[in-house]
């Protein structure tokens, strides 16, 4: 949302200056009551945990951040994983039913802010007078219009196209800059007989989000891009058409079997050779073998019009609470203990460490691939969050049916923007 791209940026600027480095699957906010101090009296009754982290070493991770915090003895926490999917649909349920779980994963900005405004979230102001070494850009990220925190970050991560060194070396290719040299990548490769570029739409369509976000905000720039995604710009306009033109001189390079498959297994296609590269949030890695991380590299998503600032994804995860939970304090104590600086590190040690953690003294992985993105976010002129995060959940399902449908029948293109407009209008004024 466009409240609070100013601070995105500086959130970034103040990591950078600490050295935390980039993705680390274990930037999780840890807080040992040392670090982030913040509720501290005993409590009594276990808090739940809903998480969506299901791929083996994030729900691995997180296993282990309960199991610290369990020792801790200010309080019991419980994880119930969830296959991301369904927690993405059910998340609304969660959170209005009568008896809903505590603490959830989730993510910051737009989303947050719509479930606080319907008085779903617990305030945590408390939890943030705690976490003073955080910078101004992610506590405003985390506050809600009513000016309430309702949100502790955990980590941020980037999106670029990844693919294995050892392959482009195999390929005789390197990374391209611009959209030409893209262009001519995507034919080099596909002369050779690879699929180019890789994509997984099969339960997981919101993928192909990240190519409208980026081809969008290419080509006409991050500010109309959160207006559209906010109901002050038309998806039938022909600036968004524009986005489509220049998407449909590529779609004969993607890999027509990854519409069949969700992205863990586009995942697979492109460590297996298959595929030559693929638009992703580096939360892949979760579900790629460890000793495939030092062959990965990723380059930026290619310029299109020099005169548009450059922005990037950088989407913000972590957690919120229910208004409704019957153990506050409880809650409260658990979300300072992920907001500090053991628990970050230890979950970027159990996962794949390629997140940047969100508190400012925690430290990232020490790989060439974590510093060159956070360089690549560092640079930018502006960063968003992600389709949904700088919309709302509601959004995402109109964008999901546009979008896949494009893929497929890209001819209908003026169709398809009329529909998706008609849909969003009813998400706006719902």
């Given at each position: 949302?466009?409240?609070?791209d100013?601070?995105?940026r500086?959130f970034?600027g103040h990591l950078?200056l600490l050295?935390v480095?980039?993705?680390g699957?274990?930037?999780?906010?840890?807080?040992?009551?040392?670090s982030?101090?913040?509720?501290?009296?005993?409590?009594?009754?276990?808090?739940?945990i809903q998480?969506n982290l299901?791929?083996?070493?994030?729900?691995?991770?997180m296993?282990?951040?309960v199991a610290?915090f369990n020792k801790?003895?200010?309080?019991t926490a419980?994880l119930?994983?969830i296959?991301s999917?369904?927690?993405?649909?059910?998340?609304p349920t969660?959170?209005t039913?009568?008896n809903?779980?505590d603490?959830?994963?989730?993510?910051?900005g737009?989303v947050a802010?719509?479930y606080a405004?319907?008085?779903?979230l617990l305030?945590?102001?408390?939890?943030?007078q705690?976490?003073?070494?955080y910078p101004?850009?992610?506590r405003?990220?985390?506050t809600?219009?009513?000016?309430?925190q309702v949100f502790?970050p955990m980590?941020n991560y980037?999106?670029?196209f990844?693919?294995?060194?050892?392959?482009?070396?195999?390929?005789g290719?390197q990374?391209?800059?611009t959209?030409t040299e893209?262009v001519a990548l995507?034919q080099?490769?596909?002369?050779?007989?690879?699929?180019?570029i890789?994509?997984?739409l099969g339960?997981?369509?919101?993928?192909?989000?990240?190519?409208?976000?980026?081809?969008n905000?290419?080509?006409n720039?991050?500010?109309?891009h959160?207006?559209?995604?906010?109901?002050?710009q038309?998806f039938?306009?022909?600036?968004?058409k524009a986005?489509f033109?220049?998407w449909?001189?590529v779609l004969?390079?993607?890999d027509?079997?990854?519409?069949?498959?969700?992205?863990?297994?586009a995942t697979?296609?492109l460590l297996?050779g298959?595929?030559g590269m693929?638009?992703?949030?580096?939360?892949f890695?979760d579900a790629a073998?460890k000793?495939?991380l030092?062959d990965?590299?990723?380059?930026?998503?290619?310029?299109?019009?020099?005169?548009?600032?450059?922005?990037?994804e950088?989407?913000?995860?972590?957690f919120?609470?229910?208004a409704?939970?019957a153990?506050?304090?409880?809650?409260?104590?658990l979300?300072?203990y992920f907001?500090?600086v053991?628990?970050?590190?230890?979950y970027?040690?159990?996962s794949?460490g390629i997140?940047?953690p969100a508190?400012?003294?925690?430290?990232?992985?020490d790989?060439?691939l974590?510093?060159?993105g956070?360089?690549?976010?560092?640079?930018a002129?502006?960063?968003t969050q992600?389709?949904n995060?700088d919309?709302s959940?509601?959004l995402q399902p109109t964008?999901d049916?546009?979008?896949?449908k494009?893929i497929?029948?890209?001819d209908?293109?003026?169709?398809?923007?009329r529909?998706?407009?008609?849909s969003a209008e009813k998400?706006?004024?719902?």
């Amino acid at each position: 949302m466009s409240d609070f791209d100013p601070g995105r940026r500086r959130f970034l600027g103040h990591l950078g200056l600490l050295g935390v480095g980039a993705l680390g699957a274990g930037s999780f906010l840890s807080a040992c009551a040392s670090s982030a101090s913040g509720p501290s009296d005993k409590t009594s009754g276990a808090v739940t945990i809903q998480s969506n982290l299901s791929s083996p070493q994030a729900k691995t991770a997180m296993e282990q951040l309960v199991a610290d915090f369990n020792k801790q003895g200010k309080g019991t926490a419980t994880l119930n994983t969830i296959a991301s999917e369904t927690f993405r649909t059910q998340l609304p349920t969660y959170l209005t039913s009568a008896n809903p779980p505590d603490v959830y994963t989730w993510y910051a900005g737009s989303v947050a802010n719509d479930y606080a405004s319907k008085g779903l979230l617990l305030d945590l102001s408390d939890v943030w007078q705690g976490l003073g070494d955080y910078p101004q850009s992610l506590r405003t990220l985390s506050t809600d219009t009513a000016g309430k925190q309702v949100f502790v970050p955990m980590n941020n991560y980037w999106w670029g196209f990844f693919y294995r060194k050892s392959n482009f070396a195999k390929w005789g290719v390197q990374e391209p800059k611009t959209w030409t040299e893209f262009v001519a990548l995507c034919q080099t490769l596909q002369g050779k007989g690879i699929p180019p570029i890789g994509i997984g739409l099969g339960d997981t369509p919101w993928v192909a989000s990240a190519w409208f976000d980026y081809l969008n905000i290419r080509i006409n720039g991050a500010p109309f891009h959160r207006g559209l995604l906010a109901g002050k710009q038309r998806f039938d306009d022909p600036k968004v058409k524009a986005v489509f033109t220049k998407w449909a001189e590529v779609l004969p390079y993607f890999d027509p079997k990854g519409k069949a498959y969700p992205f863990q297994e586009a995942t697979t296609a492109l460590l297996a050779g298959k595929t030559g590269m693929f638009l992703i949030g580096t939360f892949f890695a979760d579900a790629a073998p460890k000793d495939a991380l030092g062959d990965l590299d990723f380059f930026r998503f290619p310029i299109i019009d020099p005169a548009v600032p450059v922005a990037e994804e950088a989407p913000t995860d972590g957690f919120f609470a229910s208004a409704k939970t019957a153990n506050p304090a409880g809650t409260k104590a658990l979300l300072s203990y992920f907001a500090g600086v053991e628990a970050q590190e230890a979950y970027i040690k159990s996962s794949s460490g390629i997140i940047l953690p969100a508190n400012p003294k925690a430290k990232a992985a020490d790989s060439a691939l974590v510093a060159k993105g956070k360089a690549m976010l560092d640079d930018a002129k502006e960063l968003t969050q992600f389709f949904n995060r700088d919309s709302s959940d509601a959004l995402q399902p109109t964008a999901d049916t546009a979008l896949t449908k494009f893929i497929d029948k890209p001819d209908q293109v003026d169709a398809i923007l009329r529909e998706w407009q008609t849909s969003a209008e009813k998400v706006f004024k719902g």
